[in-house]
């Protein structure tokens, strides 16, 4: 009897192809390079190639896509080169903790022994330690494996990015169908802990509640919120959070916790009960003395990252999903003490408008004009403190910055976050809120913004130098009025960038224009620029 006729095998780059489609992957972020091409011959209609127009910018892109859809971002790159090129990025997608699915184009399987132009040498090597995984799969039929694998590790907590390397030589290859899998992205947490952190907190005459960006990371910014209201507990936001976790319009927000050891400890004193929710407890950005936490005070963490956990050099730590731990919280019974409401933060005062305007100023003014809707994606280190008094942010899915402190991730972060939020059919504009210096990392970005046509103002605040490092200076010693070299930037015209990419824009130097131009920037139909110059 003849065998009955197999049905023919896919090749790697139908399998590849499919599993994406079942993972609900239709987007891939990248910059062409030859050892990718074989990877998007015959491109399927259904699927988007986002062009980035260098590295580090398409793994920002694909960032703040992964973070605005809360799914796995895929980035195409070229090789060694490209992958250096990404690698500022990369870094900050894992401190982000944003799941990424990086792939990397390699030379043919056949020539890598003699050591071709343009291979990567030890390719898994070059992205770690910043990658949760990383492999160049044995066969070429392994590649969708690959894919099914490193998308787990992406999604399961804590997240971050994933990295395949692909010879080019594999797409064409015969291979198996992979089924899609599903598995448990989140983990509860321990009964007992969570019943003795209950009744702690229950107990508790004086609690404060810090939180990081892994509370709206987790969709958990209405359930802390409720747990704070029903224990009237304070809300400081963690040291350098890339997102928001609480109304910053709440009454019980009482403000931004500083990365100083000592400045921690003097702000939370007087409490009994510190519960920091989706942080690490605390980020430091300088040396500090003394203790963590004040004297008298018991320190409890919620956090999905067991190394975070680990380090944490006081207090108890509790390894969970943050949604699911303050959900069982929320279902203990009610708190025994009752508690009067802490005293409300004063407000800012009205900020003058100054020649030059001042930051406050501009920001102030920008608060007034945006829409409810609105969403903030923040690179101005140097502006940040300004913008935590003037620029409040509404709670979840509301602002978005960068965890690792290095720069280049905002622009593109803002174009990403844009797509996204237009995937998902929400409303409102994207704000790029962006420091001059911070800008020319990336300001590759304005293009992929031009060409997709998306509701995003890139705002510059342009203060012609570093102001973070000028006034960070005094820390290491530089007398008052020293610049540091290499801080001044002077010539640089921001709508003429723009236009070269596609955009309009338009620079602003006199505060009384600002009203105006501003609210002409946030109104426009597609991307557009806008240029303020601030003292």
């Known amino acids: ?34 050892t990718e091409l074989p990877m998007f011959r015959d491109y399927p209609a259904d699927f988007r190639y986002i062009l980035g127009l260098q590295e580090s910018v398409v793994v920002g892109m694909a960032d703040g896509y992964a973070q605005a859809t809360r799914n796995a971002g895929l980035v195409n790159l070229h090789s060694a080169a490209g992958v250096g090129h990404a690698m500022g990025n990369i870094f900050t997608a894992f401190r982000n903790q944003t799941p990424l699915i990086i792939t990397a184009g390699q030379q043919a399987r056949s020539i890598l022994p003699f050591d071709p132009f343009l291979a ?7 992205p770690r330690p910043y990658v949760k995984w990383a492999i160049e799969p044995a066969r070429a039929e392994d590649v969708p494996l690959a894919l099914m694998r490193a998308y787990q590790v992406a999604m399961q907590a804590p997240q971050g990015p994933v990295f395949i390397s692909i010879p080019a030589d594999d797409w064409e290859k015969p291979c198996d169908w992979v ?79 500083p990365p100083m050891r000592e400045r921690i400890v003097e702000t939370l004193a007087g409490h ?44 108890h730590s509790v390894v969970s999903s943050v949604r699911l731990a303050v959900a069982g919280l929320l279902a203990s019974p009610a708190a025994e003490v009752q508690r009067s409401a802490p005293p409300l933060r004063p407000a800012a005062a009205r900020a003058e408008a100054g020649h030059p305007m001042t930051v406050a100023f501009a920001l102030q003014t920008l608060h007034e004009l945006r829409q409810a809707q609105d969403v903030v994606v923040e690179e101005a280190p140097g502006s940040r403190s300004v913008m935590q008094r003037h620029l409040p942010m509404a709670g979840a899915d509301s602002f978005y910055t960068m965890a690792s402190g290095g720069l280049g991730h905002g622009m593109p972060a ?20 962006i420091g001059d210096g ?3 990392y990336s300001i590759q970005a304005l293009f992929s913004a031009a060409r997709l046509q998306l509701p995003l103002t890139f705002v510059i605040l342009n203060n012609r130098r570093y102001a973070a490092l000028q006034d960070f200076a005094p820390v290491f010693g530089y007398a008052p009025g020293d610049t540091p070299e290499g801080t001044d930037l002077a010539g640089l015209d921001f709508p003429a960038l723009a236009a070269g990419h596609g955009l309009p824009g338009w620079r602003v130097d006199q505060a009384d224009a600002l009203h105006e131009a501003l609210a002409k920037a946030l109104a426009h139909e597609g991307p557009c620029l806008i240029e303020l110059v601030v003292a």
């Open 1 to 34: 009897m003849p065998h009955p006729t197999a049905p023919p095998r896919p090749t790697v780059r139908e399998a590849f192809l499919r599993l994406m489609r079942d993972l609900g992957i239709d987007t891939v972020f990248g910059n062409p390079g030859s």
């Open 120 to 126: 990567a040498t030890q390719a898994t090597e070059l």
């Open 438 to 440: 911070s800008s020319l």
């Open 179 to 257: 089924p899609m899998r599903r598995f448990s992205q989140v983990s509860a947490p321990d009964p007992a802990m969570l019943q003795q952190l209950a009744q702690t907190l229950a107990r508790s005459q004086r609690p404060v509640i810090v939180v990081g960006a892994g509370v709206d990371r987790d969709a958990a910014v209405d359930m802390v919120t409720a747990l704070a209201e029903r224990h009237q507990a304070p809300v400081y936001t963690a040291p350098m959070s890339a997102r928001c976790g609480f109304p910053e319009h709440h009454p019980l927000f009482a403000g931004f916790l």
């Open 272 to 315: 009994d009960l510190i519960l920091v929710l989706g942080a690490p407890a605390f980020t430091y950005h300088i040396e500090g003395h003394g203790p963590h936490i004040p004297d008298g005070c018991t320190l409890w963490q919620i956090v999905d990252d067991p190394h975070t956990a680990a380090w944490t050099p006081a207090g």
């Open 414 to 433: 803002a174009v990403g976050v844009a797509l996204g939020r237009r995937k998902l059919g929400l409303p409102g504009r994207v704000i790029a809120l």
